[in-house]
């Protein structure tokens, strides 16, 4: 079988990413997965929501949208649909999951997802560079003097996988995901330790060996992505 861009079947596309990329944000990079360009940007604000004032602890939240012509036919604009609250929550989640929210103090920090290009895995590409922003803006909040304690506990990556005509493949392209029998992806900590796994039958049932071997496949492709983050970051003195 022939992957639609000629990679392996365990190959990831060409990752890349370009820090500081928007000079407002207090955290910023593009990433890009192939064709797939999605900006990430972190912002610090003081307070938190109403649950937790009071408490001490801060709070990471995200959110996420399409460019009109990020896709091949222009996407309407929208406040929020189903699909974008989805993906958003889950950028939150990940995020949260290698946060000490005590350490932040009552202070938000917002990521925002900005697909520029959508060839599939946005939401794998929003996590991962979500990640970086994220360690960027808390960098600078320590520069700042806002906080005197890393609240940063570890990494945290996410990728696709999934069984496209019959073979096990990583990092999903839009063809490969439009036509895939089973779809899923993965979203783990530097530690081996999984934050979500979101896996579909498209075209039918899948076994749970099937499961395995793809969550094997997607922990090859997050440890590189885990080893791409850390040279972005070398400054962050933690655990990947």
Do not use: H
């Not at 610090?44 to 995200?62: N, Q």
């Not at 309407?76 to 958003?88: A, D, F, L, V």
């Not at 439009?178 to 330790?193: F, H, L, Q, Y």
């Amino acid at each position: 079988m022939k992957r639609p861009d000629g990679r392996k079947s365990n190959q990831l596309r060409k990752v890349k990413v370009t820090k500081n990329y928007m000079k407002n944000a207090e955290g910023s990079c593009l990433i890009e997965f192939g064709e797939t360009k999605v900006i990430c940007t972190a912002s610090v604000e003081e307070g938190v929501p109403p649950f937790l004032k009071g408490s001490g602890k801060g709070w990471v939240t995200a959110e996420y949208g399409m460019l009109p012509r990020s896709c091949t036919s222009r996407i309407r604009r929208e406040k929020t649909s189903g699909r974008t609250e989805e993906i958003q929550r889950l950028v939150g989640r990940s995020l949260r999951s290698v946060v000490d929210m005590e350490k932040l103090g009552e202070r938000t920090i917002r990521i925002d997802c900005d697909v520029l290009q959508g060839d599939g895995g946005t939401r794998t590409a929003s996590i991962t560079g979500g990640f970086i922003a994220l360690a960027d803006a808390i960098g600078w909040m320590c520069q700042q003097k806002m906080i005197d304690t890393m609240p940063i506990k570890g990494f945290v990556a996410a990728v696709s996988v999934g069984v496209y005509q019959g073979v096990n493949v990583l990092d999903l392209n839009y063809i490969e995901d439009s036509k895939a029998d089973v779809d899923m992806n993965v979203v783990m900590t530097g530690r081996g330790e999984f934050v979500e796994v979101q896996g579909t039958g498209e075209g039918g049932t899948f076994s749970e060996g099937q499961m395995l071997s793809l969550l094997g496949l997607a922990r090859r492709g997050i440890k590189e992505l885990l080893s791409l983050q850390k040279n972005n970051l070398p400054d962050l003195k933690v655990k990947p």
